[in-house]
Each structure stands twice: as structure tokens, then as C-alpha cells.
């Protein structure tokens, strides 16, 4: 049966402020108290996810780190400074996601085997980044968008989990966040912006249509959607346009999330990876040339 099909339940915590605006600035404390309300609504539905948990945010809050570990998910990482990859070169990604790793593990005591990048920034150009990713320890990636938009993604990377193989010759098992397959496009059911806009319908009838080809769905959220009345909260004065686009649809989002895991039977990206066979490989080829 389809609905008894396993699905990734992803978090990236960060803060708002400073993953969004400018990765210059302080963080504020609010994801504290917004990532121990995703923390309460996976307990009420006995449900663990993966938090991709950005060095930064782990720093800043060493206690959450352990609350999230405590509470039984799963802890990746995030990087540590939230740059988008396409602006690094092979060197500085290569520092700032061994810094995280190192941070996470030292906190946790566990590995840190998986990585989502900052804004999905791992695409055609950059597929470098994959090596690297495979060079520092890590097994799994969640970073390549399977569709176009504004600032990434892969067009026509594949929509379900498999081993990607990097410009230089290896394989990383890649999980793509979930698309929906409809009128002859992509619509990104799994998070952000567009999944706080459609309808619950819609992305359930998403979610149903991955589990019906016997995929996993890989959806991924933050802390900051818990949180509706940030921006008249924060000492810095949000644009108007900005709070349009990222307020949206943030009152509706936990009654999202809670109908999606009533739904759908969610765990956490490691599980899901177990639940898989063997994966299909994908050959991205080339991949562009490191940034200058
Ligand atoms: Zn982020």
C-alpha cells in the first residue's frame, strides 16, 4: 500500500534573520522557542525528522542541540555559516562544512553523515561541492532542487532518491525534496514559500502521487514558519515586499504540517535511506568549474 510508504520529515534550523537577510548578521534567539514548537509537534504525533542544524544556530544554542538529540531525531548538518555554496570556492565550502561537522559531532557525540546547503545553492555549477561533501565524511546530500527557480536548482535532476555520481567520478546518495508531477510540470510541494501558498490538497495529492510510484516524499521546513508575528517582533526593519513573500502563509503552516503527518507515515532522512534498495545512479556529468 502506497500510504504505508516511509517519508522524510526534514528541518533546517537557523534563524530567520540572519539566514534570510544577511548572513553577516547576529542571530536572533527566536529560533529557540520556534524550533521547540516543531520539536512539540512531531512529539504529539510520535513522529522523528532529520534537523539540519546550521553551526551558527548550534553555537548559539548548545542546548537545543542537545534537546533535538534528547528527543530521539536525527542531527545533520546545515554548514556553519550559511553561504550560499555557488559564492565559495572548493576551499571555503570545504571549511565551513568541516567546521559544522566537527561542532555537531562534538555536541551530539554522533556522526554527521548528511548536509542540506544553504537555499538548495549545489547545481549544475557546482557540482564540486558533491566531492567535497564525500571528502569531509559525509554520505548523503539533500541540497539539489529537481526543478528551476529564481536562484537553483536542476531542472531535470531526478526526482527521487539516488546515488548521484560527482565531475569526479563518485557516488553520494542524493535525496531531492518532493515534487509533484502535473500538468507536464514540477510543482515543489515539499516546503518553502510554494508550500505555504497551494492548498493542503494539493500537496497532499502530491505526496500520494511520489508514494504511488513507491518513492519517499522528502519534505523539509524551518523554525521561523512556527513563528507568524516575527517580523512586527524583530529590531530590524523587514521590507515590506520581503515580509509579503516570506510571512506568507506562516499562520496556516503548522496546521499544514500536523494534517501532513496524520496523513503520511514521516521519519527521519537516515531512515528513509535504510528503507531504499539500491538506488539508481545518476550521472551529472561535468558539473561546471569551481567559483574564482
Ligand atoms: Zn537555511
Not at 553577516?24 to 512539540?40: C, K, N, Y
Not at 493542503?200 to 516524499?217: H, K, M
Request: hydrophobic fraction near 35%; charged fraction near 25%; proline fraction near 7%.
Amino acid at each position: 500500500m502506497s500510504a504505508a510508504a516511509l517519508n522524510a520529515i526534514s528541518v533546517d534550523v537557523e534563524d530567520w534573520l540572519q539566514s534570510t537577510i544577511d548572513p553577516e548578521l547576529p542571530l536572533t534567539d527566536r529560533f529557540h522557542h520556534s524550533t521547540r514548537l516543531v520539536l512539540e509537534a512531531f512529539a504529539k504525533r510520535g513522529v522523528k525528522s532529520t534537523c539540519f542544524i546550521l553551526g551558527l544556530a548550534a553555537e548559539k544554542a548548545p542546548g537545543l542541540v542537545r534537546e533535538i538529540r534528547a528527543a530521539g531525531h536525527e542531527i545533520q548538518s546545515h554548514g556553519y555559516g550559511h553561504r550560499l555554496v555557488y559564492t565559495q570556492t572548493p576551499e571555503q565550502f570545504r571549511q565551513d562544512i568541516d567546521r559544522a561537522r566537527k561542532l555537531l559531532e562534538d555536541l551530539t557525540g554522533a556522526r554527521i553523515t548528511g548536509y542540506r546547503a544553504p537555499a538548495f545553492s549545489i547545481t549544475r555549477q557546482n557540482l564540486w561541492a558533491l566531492d567535497v561533501l564525500l571528502e569531509t565524511g559525509h554520505e548523503y546530500d539533500s541540497s539539489i532542487f529537481p526543478l528551476r527557480t529564481r536562484r537553483y536548482g536542476i531542472p531535470d535532476a531526478p526526482r527521487h532518491p539516488h546515488r548521484a555520481r560527482t565531475p569526479a567520478g563518485n557516488l553520494i546518495t542524493e535525496l531531492p525534496v518532493a515534487c509533484y508531477n502535473v500538468w507536464g510540470r514540477r510543482l515543489p510541494i515539499g516546503g518553502g514559500g510554494y508550500f505555504r501558498l497551494f492548498p493542503y490538497g494539493l500537496i497532499r495529492r502530491g505526496v500520494r502521487q511520489i508514494n504511488t510510484e513507491s518513492q519517499p516524499a522528502t519534505i523539509y521546513m524551518h523554525p521561523y514558519e512556527y513563528d507568524p508575528i516575527e517580523f512586527d517582533q524583530l529590531d530590524y526593519p523587514v521590507p515590506w515586499k520581503m515580509r509579503l513573500h516570506q510571512g506568507l502563509g506562516r499562520r496556516g503552516f503548522p496546521g499544514k504540517i500536523d494534517r501532513l503527518l496524520l496523513d503520511f507515515r514521516f521519519g527521519t532522512m537516515g531512515e528513509v535511506i535504510g528503507s531504499l534498495g539500491e538506488l539508481p545512479v545518476y550521472d551529472y556529468g561535468a558539473g561546471g568549474q569551481p567559483a574564482a
